[in-house]
Nanobody, 122 residues
């Protein structure tokens, strides 16, 4: 069973930047497409961004397009999420999820990480 560990979450000021990392325990991670999701206080978990196993295709929620960037380093078993100019509305626990070959969704994922807290101050 692949385990995912998220890191990089912290307190950041609006307009700043930070990078989250999602590191997998298994070298077969290179076959998994990965998604980032977030759950803000009192909100449902929502999709943020995804990247295919090859890294060739990325997709973003409309609310983060142009400000967040997803990327991956398969040699390092890690997927990144760069947050630029986050707003207080981006405050949430950020989770990554993996799925063999196909893009994961809230309801179709093979495994999830425990999450990392991002807090954006105004």
């Amino acid at each position: 069973q692949v385990q995912l560990v998220e890191s990089g979450g912290r307190l950041v000021q609006a307009g700043g930047s930070l990078r989250l990392a999602c590191t997998a325990s298994d070298r077969t991670f290179g076959r998994d497409s990965v998604g980032w999701f977030r759950q803000g206080p009192g909100k449902e978990r929502e999709f943020v961004a995804s990247i295919t196993w090859s890294g060739k295709t990325a997709d973003y929620a409309d609310s983060v397009k142009g400000r967040f960037t997803i990327s991956r380093d398969n040699a390092g078993n890690t997927v990144y999420l760069q947050l630029r100019n986050p707003t207080p509305g981006a405050t949430a626990v950020y989770h990554c999820a993996g799925r063999l070959w196909h893009i994961p969704s809230l309801f179709e994922s093979d495994y999830w990480g425990q999450g990392t807290q991002v807090t954006v101050s105004s």
